[in-house]
């Protein structure tokens, strides 16, 4: 189908359909394609690439993603291309039972021409009718680039998908256009070989599903016990054939006191957070396992002794709800408190913690540096509690990572206490509590405080003095661990005096941190040039991102 050139009258006309657009209620979620909104990387579910048949063998639909890169859709600069032949596309298509009801991606590109062309290399993307672009670059038109290359979450690079082109589809595409029969001509010469190319870093696409999931066969203690106490369990078997079962919520007298993920389906089924719209946000378009046979335990101590009204809900991972159970129950659980924790002890006691020389709950360090904390306890009226235990709970900041229950510190007669977290440490959440009798099942106050380390990275570089032709040689060491299995993800970067900072190899540690490379230079001197190694966010790494030394080199 011949690609069409739409006029600005028709394309403002568009624009005012999506903005008078007014999105169905049902439930929805988020799904991260190539990165997440924090830059950490992720796979590209949902999308796939093709090249036009009887296309260039240069015509690429590449997914560098899982390096940190792009989805790339790209005509070579090896060949000429026929118009409306030659074309490459990366298109994300929703699964059965949901559709795009939002979609924003980060993208860059740029196409070359030559005047005496009589046809023209292009970029464009759609949703469902292909014949309505909501972002386009066409060389004849006076268009060679789109966004910026430098920054992946630069505000050039973003493109909002309108309400009219959401649906079922959005595509990405690159191809020679315009006139059948004719050709672009081959463009040598470009740095990464293409003569058009457009690269999606990243996608935030929201899906919707109107079909909730569906509960059946529910048994167990807590569905037929008149009376509960302890762990009391509940069985049921539940479906969604949309984005899956997620979770079973549990509330009592209408409150929500117990999430449960019902299957984890090896790792997909986790809520990445970082959404501005309280949804929940997943990595795969179907994250969650269409079916599940669950036996939940559910907590009694977590509410008070005496009747209560509980209702059970199964989630989907959409946020769709349906009933599991909705009951009248009492709770008989017997207290046995303990000594009292601390002089005036009292169960209405305030717990303050912060870092010393801020009020942030939340503070960032280079690798290396010690930080201390410091937090007083009170009863009512300010009255310090003296002696008391205080628990200390430490969270690595890694996928997957367990908490673990430290030695906490205890509160001198002022009620007064210091914790010092020493140099190395990799970045954590610190959890306090205070619990007013020994051996008491819940905390009566609790703060949190959050530890971000940045990645402390060695760098050495061998000769320091080098001329074109010749190599120089990288090596050193990526401190702190644990590092994730096959290795951490490092970049190297370079840059002359004044200039930006620009990646020109990305590399992996083995397994004790250490990495290795090289680089041959191929222009003539002389030039200075600084070179780093950067480590980036990554969820099974426990460091926030974090650059090397700067180390010089003279090329003569």
């Known amino acids: 189908m011949a690609r069409r050139i739409f006029k600005l009258a028709t394309l403002a006309a568009s624009l005012a359909l999506a903005l008078s657009a007014v999105a169905a209620h049902a439930g929805r979620y988020h799904v991260y394609s190539c990165r997440t909104p924090s830059g950490e990387t992720a796979p590209a579910d949902g999308w796939s690439g093709s090249v036009a048949a009887g296309g260039a063998f240069d015509d690429f639909a590449l997914n560098t993603c899982p390096e940190g890169g792009a989805l790339v859709a790209a005509l070579g600069d090896q060949t000429i291309h026929g118009a409306e032949i030659d074309k490459a596309t990366w298109a994300f298509a929703s699964p059965a039972d949901t559709s795009i009801s ?4 980060w993208r860059a590109g740029y196409v070359h021409g030559h005047s005496a062309e009589t046809a023209t290399y292009q970029l464009w993307m759609t949703g469902p009718n292909e014949n309505l672009a909501f972002d386009e670059c066409i060389y004849t038109l006076g268009c060679q680039q789109l966004g910026t290359f430098s920054t992946v979450f630069s505000p050039q690079n973003r493109v909002p998908v309108p309400a009219s082109s959401l649906g079922s589809r959005l595509s990405v595409n690159a191809n020679c256009g315009v006139i059948p029969g004719h050709v672009c001509e081959l463009n040598t010469g470009d740095p990464n070989g293409f003569a058009a190319v457009s690269y999606v870093y990243a996608a935030d696409l929201t899906l919707e599903e109107n079909e909730g999931p569906h509960a059946s066969n ?64 997943f990595e795969y378009v179907q994250p969650c396992e269409p079916s599940v046979s669950v036996d939940v335990p559910f907590d009694t101590t977590k509410v008070g002794n005496g009747a209560h009204h509980l209702v059970v809900s199964v989630i989907d991972a959409a946020g769709n709800a349906a009933p599991v159970l909705d009951r009248s129950v009492a709770v008989a659980n017997a207290p046995a408190p303990g000594a009292a924790n601390g002089t005036n002890a009292s169960a209405q006691a305030t717990l303050s913690v912060r870092w010393s020389g801020t009020r942030r709950a939340s503070v960032t360090t280079g690798f290396g540096r010690a930080r201390t904390l410091a937090g007083r306890l009170t009863g009512p009226g300010g009255v310090p509690i003296a002696g008391a235990a205080i628990d200390m709970r430490v969270t690595p900041s890694y996928a997957g990572a367990r908490p673990v229950q430290m030695t906490g510190p205890q509160t001198g007669p002022d009620g007064r206490f210091s914790v010092r977290i020493a140099g190395g440490a990799s970045s954590k959440s610190l959890r306090f509590a205070y619990r007013a009798h020994v051996g008491d099942a819940l905390a ?25 032709g010749r190599s120089i040689f990288f090596h050193g060491s990526l401190r702190g661990g644990p590092i994730p299995q096959g290795g951490k993800q490092l970049v190297l970067e370079a840059r002359s005096p004044g200039s930006a900072w620009i990646e020109f190899k990305v590399v992996r540690t083995d397994a004790r ?44």
């Open 102 to 105: 939002g979609a924003t991606l």
């Open 218 to 281: 529910v048994s167990g203690d807590l569905a037929s016990a008149p009376t509960v106490l302890g762990q009391s369990d509940l069985a049921f078997d539940a479906t969604d054939a949309g984005s899956g079962v997620y979770e079973a919520l549990f509330s009592v007298d209408g409150q929500v006191v117990q999430r449960t993920v019902l299957d984890s389906n090896g790792g997909r089924c986790r809520d990445v957070g970082q959404t501005t719209d309280g949804l929940a946000a």
């Open 444 to 468: 009566v106050a609790t703060r949190t405080l959050t530890l971000n380390v940045r990645a402390g990275i060695a760098l050495r570089v061998s000769p320091h003095t080098t001329s074109v």
């Open 513 to 556: 941190g250490r990495y290795r490379a090289s680089y041959r230079f191929k222009f003539p001197g002389p030039a200075d040039y600084r070179f780093r190694a950067r480590s980036e966010p990554e969820s099974d790494f426990p460091f926030a991102g974090g650059a090397s030394n700067v180390v010089a080199v003279h090329e003569r």
